[in-house]
């Protein structure tokens, strides 16, 4: 298990753009490593899957929510898996979380009980 701490949640009006970012809180943590995945929980509401990105090879998904506006990506120089969230609604407010698992394989995971490291998530708000 890794130490994740999220970045990049803010109060933001609707149509605006938003980029979180997933590091590691501890050195020694390789980012490279991992499949990563981006979850977000609304109040009230349950955790949902929103992209994932698969330890190799670069493969990513999306909930349906978030294709065509949001892309999720590695940055290997600041050993960083960002989310950039275009477009923006009011319905994604939400807690966004990041969540990583080790994996050198293609495959990338939609599902929370795959993961067994988290951060403690970061606020993002959307006005309408």
């Known amino acids: 298990q890794v130490q994740l701490v999220e970045s990049g949640g803010q109060l933001v009006q609707a149509g605006g753009s938003l980029r979180l970012s997933c590091g590691c809180a501890?050195?020694?943590?390789?980012?490279?490593?991992?499949?990563v995945g981006w979850f977000r929980q609304a109040p009230r509401g349950e955790r949902e899957f929103v992209a994932a990105?698969?330890?190799?090879?670069?493969?990513?998904e999306y909930a349906d929510s978030a294709k065509g506006r949001f892309i999720i990506s590695r940055d290997h120089a600041k050993n960083t898996v960002n989310l950039q969230m275009n477009n923006l609604k009011p319905e994604d407010t939400a807690v966004y979380y990041c969540?990583?698992?080790?994996?050198?394989?293609?495959?990338?995971?939609?599902?929370?009980?795959?993961?067994?490291?988290w951060g403690l998530g970061t606020q993002v708000t959307v006005t309408s």
């Open positions: 990105i698969s330890g190799s090879g670069g493969r990513t």
């Open positions: 501890a050195s020694g943590c390789i980012l490279g490593g991992y499949a």
């Open positions: 969540a990583a698992v080790e994996s050198y394989s293609i495959l990338y995971y939609t599902s929370d009980r795959f993961y067994n490291s």
